[in-house]
């Protein structure tokens, strides 16, 4: 009797043990979520602070949070610094170069010589890439900082692909390429506006970089979750290796140098698709040219 009343204790002690970890256990992962739940919310603070490995655990997530939070802080006051150290060139470039504008048009005007014509189609051209770059760093910065921010919405895509290559047939005509714009009906959401933007870079590229006598083609393919405007050229097409560069600021392949550009086109490009919950991506080789899709998704 005495011996199964000893079993019994024991049993039931270890019942008691295994009921008190279980509980201990619960209770540590419940403080634990609290402590990550405060710190998604950003009202995280330590509450207590005794040896036990809880509290040394949560001493040392107050610490990352408290650094990852002045780490972003200061990103953030970077990022604000620059963008208005960007507006500011911006507002104080406008006039001088919109005055390069004007007195190289004007010295063009003038009887030169042939050198002294070539010297002032050079300064023009330069004063309008110029423009162009700081465009181009507004936009970008804008969009970054979230000063600008797009706003999609159904609609359908063809108005926004016909304008996009209206925009560049005088230039694809100039350069003896052929402009087409294939099938473009198709309904997404989007904002019409930086979509057009986006769809011109793309454009800019394929016509600065396909040869003469080449062609460029536009056109919208509708899949189940987005519809992807399509750009394709037969220029010389891009190696693997570059194209998972091409989309980062500034990069310039080290075969376009000589092309006009500064390499920020298909950088803004990614930002106003991810902005619209969208995605680019190019497909290429050498020798064979490239498509570059855009997709923007179908339903919000």
Known sequence: MIKYLVIGAMVLLALAVVGYDRWRTARTMKRLDDMLTAAINGSFSETAFDESRLSALESRLWRY????????????????????LISDISHQTKTPVANLQLYAQLLAEQPLTPQG????????????????????LVKTSRLETGILALHPQPG?????????????AARAAEKGIALTVGQAEGSAVFDPKWTEEAVCNLLDNAVKYTPSGGAVTVKVKNYELFSAIQVTDTGPGISEEEQAKIFGRFYRAPDAWQAEGVGIGLYLTRQIAEKQGGYVKVESMPERGSTFSLYIPRES
């Not at 949070?65 to 208005?84: F, H, P």
């Not at 359908?156 to 560049?168: L, T």
């Open 117 to 136: 014509k070539d010297c002032a189609a050079a300064i023009s051209a330069q004063a309008e890439k110029l423009q162009t770059l700081i465009e181009a």
């Open 65 to 84: 949070l408290t650094a990852s939070a002045l780490s972003e802080g200061n990103v953030r006051e970077q990022k604000d610094q620059i963008s208005a």
């Open 156 to 168: 359908e895509i063809s108005p926004v692909v016909e304008r996009a290559a209206a925009q560049y």
